[in-house]
């Protein structure tokens, strides 16, 4: 399973770290522990503009990425 774990994981971690910093929370969570990782794999994140009108478009098209 660990081969499985590089660059891409470091993308999404530090995309989801910048989401929170920007929103004051994560871009995705569910009630549990499993519920969050299922929702991670179909749901998108709300735009980080749509949540915080001070954060800027470009920025909110980064994060998502």
């Known amino acids: ?17 910048l989401y929170e ?9 569910g ?8 929702r991670i794999l179909v749901e998108e994140p709300t735009e980080p503009e749509r949540l915080r009108a001070d954060v800027p478009k470009s920025l909110s098209a980064i994060v998502m990425k």
Do not use: H
């Open 1 to 17: 399973m660990t081969d499985r774990v590089g660059p891409p994981t470091d993308v999404y971690g530090l995309g989801a770290a």
């Open 21 to 29: 910093l920007l929103t004051g929370r994560p871009p995705i969570c």
């Open 31 to 38: 009630a549990k522990y499993p519920d969050t990782l299922r």
